[in-house]
Nanobody, 120 residues
Framework: QVQLVESGGGLVQAGGSLRLSCAAS????????MGWHRQAPGKQRELVAS???????LYDDSVKGRFTISRGNVRSTVYLQMNSLKPEDTAVYYC??????????????WGQGTLVTASS
C-alpha cells in the first residue's frame, strides 16, 4: 500500500506564490514518476508537471517559466513551486505517484487534492 500526503494549497492574490508538497510513503520499491495534475471547475483534469526517475521534467505550456517541480532529499517526495500565479491557475491540484511496490506490482496512486486559489 502506498499513500500520498499533500500540503501547501491556499488562497493568494494573482502574482503571488505557493509551494505544494507531496510525500509518498508505504511499501515503495521504486518511484518511476511523480507529479501534479489539476482540475478546475467544469474542466477536465490536466497534467501540470511531472518528474521521472531520471529527473526529467515535463510541464504544461501554460505553466512553463512560472512553475518548477523538484524532488526532495527523499526520492518519494516532490514539490511544486508556483510563482506568478494567475486566476486561471485556480484548481484542485492532485499529486500522483507511479512506481513499484515491494511485491513488484506497478501502482498508480493519487492524493486527495489540495485547493489552490489565485484571486484577481
Amino acid at each position: 500500500q502506498v499513500q500520498l500526503v499533500e500540503s501547501g494549497g491556499g488562497l493568494v492574490q494573482a502574482g503571488g506564490s505557493l509551494r505544494l508538497s507531496c510525500a509518498a510513503s508505504g511499501n515503495i520499491l521504486r518511484t518511476n514518476k511523480m507529479g501534479w495534475h489539476r482540475q478546475a471547475p467544469g474542466k477536465q483534469r490536466e497534467l501540470v508537471a511531472s518528474m521521472d526517475s531520471g529527473d526529467n521534467t515535463l510541464y504544461d505550456d501554460s505553466v512553463k517559466g512560472r512553475f518548477t517541480i523538484s524532488r526532495g532529499n527523499v526520492r518519494s517526495t516532490v514539490y511544486l513551486q508556483m510563482n506568478s500565479l494567475k486566476p486561471e491557475d485556480t484548481a484542485v491540484y492532485y499529486c500522483f505517484f507511479q512506481g513499484y511496490n515491494g511485491d513488484l506490482r506497478f501502482l498508480e496512486v493519487w492524493g486527495q487534492g489540495t485547493l489552490v486559489t489565485a484571486s484577481s
